[in-house]
């Protein structure tokens, strides 16, 4: 399995954004996606995992495949940290919650409620949800947002372990991850262009 993405052209509403993307994740890669605010990374990762139609072009995996995390950490707010993960591991079909815990150091939060946790926890227990998916693309926007120094390399740990055993991760972010192996794209130069008008008149008919 790998995530092959074709000649893809993303629009954000109805606006077109970027266009003409290609790139391949295989097994055991990540790719970051840099780019200036307001290029389109957000789009491209949300089309990615089909959360939005493309404009044109493919993206050859199915989205069963993938775990998006996003701003949104799609925490329940009254369930308990471990009761957030077990809901999760049963909306996915996946078991053991202690690799999540541990993943991002949860077992002092376990039993207080999701809603009353800092950003920051409440970050750590939103990607410590990717652990629970058993879904081999993880396709993340600014996963770091919020993060102390520590919390970053515990993420950054968290992938490389994704990474170790086939899976595979494309990040949007504006920080650095320390994940020297990954491959790094520019989403800048596939700027959408503004349409050509073919005949000037027109513009005001
Ligand atoms: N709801 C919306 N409707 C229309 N346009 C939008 C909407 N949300 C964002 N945009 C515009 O779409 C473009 C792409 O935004 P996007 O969020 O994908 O960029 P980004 O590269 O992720 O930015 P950032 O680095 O700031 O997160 C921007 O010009 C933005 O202003």
């Known amino acids: 399995m790998e995530l092959e993405v074709r000649n893809l052209s993303v629009s954000r509403g109805g606006v ?5 993307l290609s790139f391949r994740l295989a097994p055991g890669r990540a790719l970051i996606l840099r780019g200036p605010n307001g290029i389109g990374k957000t789009t491209l ?46 909306v996915f079909g996946t078991g053991d919650i202690t690799p999540a815990i541990d993943g991002f150091a949860l077992d002092e939060l376990r039993n207080r409620p999701a809603g ?10 939103g990607l410590a949800r990717l652990l629970v998916t058993g879904r081999p693309v993880w396709v993340l926007d600014e996963p ?9 390399a515990m993420f950054g740990a968290a992938v490389r372990r994704h990474l170790a ?14 994940l020297d192996e990954a491959e790094v794209m ?8 503004p349409p050509k008008v073919e005949d000037f008149d027109e513009v005001f008919l």
């Open 16 to 20: 077109p954004v970027l266009e003409g």
């Open 45 to 90: 990762l949300r089309t990615v995992a089909g959360l939005q139609p493309p404009l044109s072009g493919e993206v050859g995996l199915d989205r069963e495949a993938m775990a998006y995390a996003a701003h949104a950490d799609g925490i329940k707010a009254t369930l308990t940290v471990a009761e957030n993960l077990s809901f999760w591991a049963q």
């Open 116 to 125: 009353g946790l800092s950003a920051g926890q409440k970050r750590r227990l």
């Open 144 to 152: 770091t947002v919020s993060l102390d120094v520590d919390a970053v």
């Open 165 to 178: 055993t086939g899976g595979m991760a494309l990040i949007a972010t504006h920080i650095d991850l320390g």
């Open 186 to 193: 520019d989403v800048g130069p596939f700027k959408a262009k």
